[in-house]
Structure formats: structure tokens, C-alpha cells
């Protein structure tokens, strides 16, 4: 065999090598692009409406269905008509669904999401959030705490538009509880222990 045979046998099999590799690869899992440091500017009519953040967003595109991906955390800024920032959302993970046809899309956020009314000094903090644009509200069904000057509130479920600016809770139960631990913790009362009692 010469080197020329040697080295076109060697290119062929390397291919076909490589190709085995790619066809194991499950393209539903790996992104199509990756954005480090993401930064997204919204504006209507030269009017800021929103600011994203985000250390890392991963873009998936399917068939059926096409989502972004945040998953190093995101941080969002909506403006009011004005111009002020009024409304800011933290969440350690987030993702942006977009259906066919460009009609439908929904954003969730997961872990330990706080959402502050500045303007309103109002701060809630839950689980998971969706954002609906196109209806421009947000909502959770999971437990959520409420905080405000005139005091705290706490419950499941809560409904509001999008800014933020008429949170309503859906299951609200008694403030006065605050569960900050494990409920089930025992205390010992060291002056009154009496101790194990003894089998006969």
C-alpha cells in the first residue's frame, strides 16, 4: 500500500469513526447556541419596558416546541410607563417557552424567586413563577410569602399583572405563623426531666 492508499484509508476511517460518535448524540438535549454573560433590552416606542440578565442562556429548538434556557439563574427589570424601574425578579433558574407560530409563549422561573414592587416597597417570595406576556401576568399555585410596610402575609396560589402591582393571594392562611424551620423540632425542658423510666 502506498502512503497516498495509507493516508486516504486512514481519512475514511477516521470519518467513519466520528460519524458513529455523532449518530449516539441526542440533538433533543444539547442546545443549538449558548450565550455567556446574556444581556436582553426590551423597549416600546423608545421607552424602556425591560432589562433580562442572565451568566448563561442555552437555546433549544424542537419541532413542537423551542425554549431558552437560564440555567445559572436570570434577573429581570421591568420599567414603568415613566421610566422608573418598578419591578425586579430573581430566581436561581429560568426558562422561556415558545410554541409554533410565534402566537403562544410562557416563562417560568424556579428557586427561591423573589419578586419586589419597588415603588409599592412590596416583596414576595415562592418556588416557581410563570409570566404570561401575552395575558402580561404572573402566577404561582405554590406556597408564597408576602411582605409590605403594613405587614406580611403568607399562602398558596397568588395572581397579579405583570408589574407586580395587585398581588393577590388565592389560599391565604394564618400570618402570624411563619414556618422559618422544621416544625417538628423537640425542645427539653432540663429542670423538669424526668428521664427515661426504668423496666422492672
Known sequence: MTATAAAVAFVVFSCKGNLSEAEKLDLKTIPIQV???????????????????????????????????????????????????????????????KYPGGKKEQWSAFGDVVIKNIMKQETMETDTLYWDSAAHEIWTHCYIRMYSPDGSMQGYGMRSDEMARNAILERPFDNEFLLGADSTKVVVDSVN????MLKK
Open 193 to 196: 426531666f424526668i428521664g427515661p
Open 35 to 97: 450565550v455567556d454573560s446574556m444581556f436582553f433590552v426590551q423597549s416600546e416606542n423608545g421607552r424602556l419596558k425591560m432589562r433580562v440578565e442572565a451568566p448563561r442562556m442555552e437555546v433549544y429548538e424542537h419541532d413542537t416546541l423551542s425554549y431558552d434556557l437560564f440555567p445559572e439563574g436570570i434577573h429581570v427589570f421591568a420599567y414603568s410607563e415613566e421610566g422608573a424601574l418598578e419591578t425586579t425578579i430573581d430566581a436561581r433558574m429560568a426558562r422561556h417557552d
